[in-house]
């Protein structure tokens, strides 16, 4: 192996990586970005899409792409649910109780997950038709279905920000991030609208969950496991954003590659040092609303 | 009214007193003790006689109380939120490890190095982490605890990696008292660490330096105008909070003689926040109610099934959070202003 391969291999599984923590990061973005709640349940709506995946493909033998989307549209319903029965109510609570009502809910997932599908984690059986390795010209060959991530990936992007930026309704969500009371007082329905965000988020986070499947690991501990990273990404990023999740997933997930290939002893190290010194410089992310 | 406490003072002429009974009787006075306040040692002393088959668990549970106390510092009093506070336990616990492990098996010496390291390490982080607020507060806190576990599991020649530090000499308590298989000892030792501990917080509370920080709480541009040092009030706040956090975590240690990766991990810091929920934020002995009850119930519900006990301790969780702000004792606070109303009516 050359050092061209070794370098073009680590931006290449780096950007697979960091298109699944995009897509699952950006939803609790926008969610914590609009409704002020710190929703460390995220990943479990990421994880519910995975297993609703599985589920479908094995049990009722649903071809692969419908099933994402059912899956999507599923874990948006349940979390439409959780919305109205649990986090309106907690919209106006301290940051505590939606970290430790969050914390519940993590738990419950956990251990349902558990039950359902026991300990060991699902395989997601990825279709043939994109399954293989695309060899090239110079000896690089890719697997075909983390090109597929990485194009998903930047069709959520592209989708998410030309809704944001050039929709009616991306405007009704810019102003209420910017000032709800305002955007209240000029007769915005926020309820309708924060149900609506809140299941945005959450299918998105099942999109990431249900395509990534095959990069993190579908397991009844995944919403604890990845939730750091999920949190680092928005973070760094900033909230309420979309590019912001987008760069910062990119960074985080093509520098945690390189230096866990190129440093194997030191590399869990770099995404917490970046954060550090991120964080330090701009408290509110790269790309956030102060 | 004029507590028991302001008639002792001013009957007690400071000069008459030895020295250390005289801090002890201040440190006790700071306010008035009430009788319930001695329930959690008598039901700790009845421990040790009636229930000697659980010395090992219960030493966990008092070192889990330790680490809760640690935590309600800064959050039921400070108000200060983080998602970190296992690095400062897990500082103080391989501290602990790594000087039993290299020669320095004296246990109580070991135990004030541990949380003088942890408070130091309070002191700096704090010092970077404070300067932000919400959510970047939260995620720095984190990172304190996961860069700290990335580098534990990274030097496996000093701290075992993820095998954990084994190979720990831990000397007699006082040079008497063996650490029996039994765990005797060790319960002993950290139900007297706890004591000391309790009683310093208690203090510490209820002193103008914890009304301050309660001000700060709930208004720290006010308290700013009134001159009180907010920066410093909450470093200093961080800074003991992460030294007994540290003691706690170097009891642990040296009670089981063994640490491994966990103590960094966010499950644990998690787990204090939650412990601290279901006892009751800011008032001391929810850490008692929660990290006893927490660490009982996972001990019997766990057992064949781990799954289970996450369950039920989730939807407990839940239900804490949106019918009972408070916890547990805040709870049984509320059954007894009904009953009081009732007997009124």
């Known amino acids: 192996m050359n050092t061209a391969n070794i370098l073009v291999g680590i931006a290449f599984s780096g950007a697979a990586y960091a298109m699944v923590l995009y897509m699952t990061s950006v939803g609790l973005s926008v969610t914590m970005g ?112 983390r090109l597929v991530l990485i194009a998903t990936g930047l069709a959520v992007f592209a989708a998410l920000w030309l809704t944001i930026e050039k929709t009616l309704v991306g405007a009704r969500i810019r102003s209420a991030v910017d000032n709800r009371a305002m955007a209240e007082a000029l007769g915005l329905n926020s309820k309708r609208l924060f149900a609506a965000v809140f299941a945005l988020g959450s299918v998105l986070a099942a999109l990431g969950g249900a395509m990534g499947a095959d990069v993190m690991a579908i397991e009844p501990e995944y919403a604890l496991k990845h939730l750091v990273y999920f949190l680092i990404v928005v973070a760094v990023g900033g909230l309420g954003s979309v590019k912001g999740p987008f760069l910062a997933a990119l960074l985080l997930g093509v520098g945690d590659a390189a230096c866990k290939i190129l440093a194997p002893g030191f590399g869990g190290i770099f995404i917490y040092i970046a954060l550090f010194l991120i964080l330090l410089v701009k408290p509110n992310g790269l790309f956030g609303r102060a | 009214m004029m507590t028991h406490s302001d008639v002792m003072d001013s009957n007690v002429p400071a000069a008459a007193t030895p020295g250390a009974t005289h801090a002890i009787h201040q440190l006790l006075s700071a306010r008035r003790f009430r009788p319930v306040e001695a329930l959690p040692w008598l039901l700790a002393a009845a421990v040790y006689f009636v229930l000697p088959q659980y010395f090992q668990l219960g030493a966990q549970v008092l070192i889990m109380v330790l680490f809760a106390l640690s935590f309600d510092l800064l959050l039921g009093y400070g108000g200060i939120v983080t998602l970190g506070h296992a690095a400062y336990f897990g500082a103080g616990a391989y501290t602990a490890g790594l000087l039993a492990r290299y020669g320095w098996g004296e246990p109580l010496s070991a135990l004030l190095v541990s949380g003088l390291v942890a408070g130091m390490l309070g002191t700096l982080a704090g010092a970077v982490i404070l300067r932000t607020k919400g959510l970047a507060l939260l995620m720095l806190g984190m990172a304190v605890s996961l860069l700290l576990l990335e580098l534990a599991n990274t030097a496996t020649d000093i701290t075992g990696g993820a095998d954990g530090l084994q190979g720990m000499d831990v000397r007699p308590l006082l040079g008497q008292f063996e650490f029996d298989m039994l765990g005797k000892t060790a319960y002993i030792y950290s139900l007297a660490v706890l004591f000391l501990a309790w009683v310093l917080l208690r203090h510490l509370v209820n002193s103008p330096f914890g009304r301050s920080l309660v001000g700060i709480r709930q208004n720290p541009a006010r308290m700013q105008a009134l001159g009180v040092s907010v920066w410093g009030r909450r470093l200093t706040a961080f800074a003991i909070s992460s030294a007994l956090a540290g003691i706690a975590g170097a009891l642990s240690a040296q009670t089981s003689q063994f640490v491994s990766l966990s103590v960094f991990s966010l499950e644990l810091s998690g787990m204090v926040i939650v412990m601290l929920e279901m006892g009751g934020v800011g008032r001391l002995y929810g850490a008692f109610v929660g990290a006893t009850v927490y660490m009982v119930a996972q001990d019997t519900l766990s057992k064949d099934q781990p799954a289970t006990w996450l369950f039920w301790i989730g939807l407990l969780l839940i239900l804490l959070v949106l019918f009972n702000r408070g916890g547990l004792l805040g709870l049984c606070d509320t059954v007894r202003r009904r009953i009081a109303h009732k007997e009124v009516s």
Request: aromatic fraction near 10%; proline fraction near 4%.
């Open chain 1, 34 to 145: 609009l409704l002020g709640v710190a929703n460390l349940a995220h990943g479990a709506f990421a994880m519910a899409g995975g297993y609703l995946l599985v589920t479908l493909m094995d049990r009722l033998e649903v071809p692969f792409g419908l099933a994402v989307v059912l899956a999507c549209v599923a874990v948006g319903a349940i979390s439409l649910v959780l919305e109205r029965w649990l986090y309106a109510r907690v919209y106006k609570a301290t940051e505590l109780d939606q970290v430790v009502l969050s914390m519940g809910l993590i738990f419950v997932g956990t251990a349902v997950a558990h039950f359902v599908f026991g300990a060991q984690p699902v395989r997601v059986a990825i279709p043939d038709a994109i399954g293989g390795q695309l060899a090239l010209a110079g000896g690089f060959s890719f697997p075909v279905y």
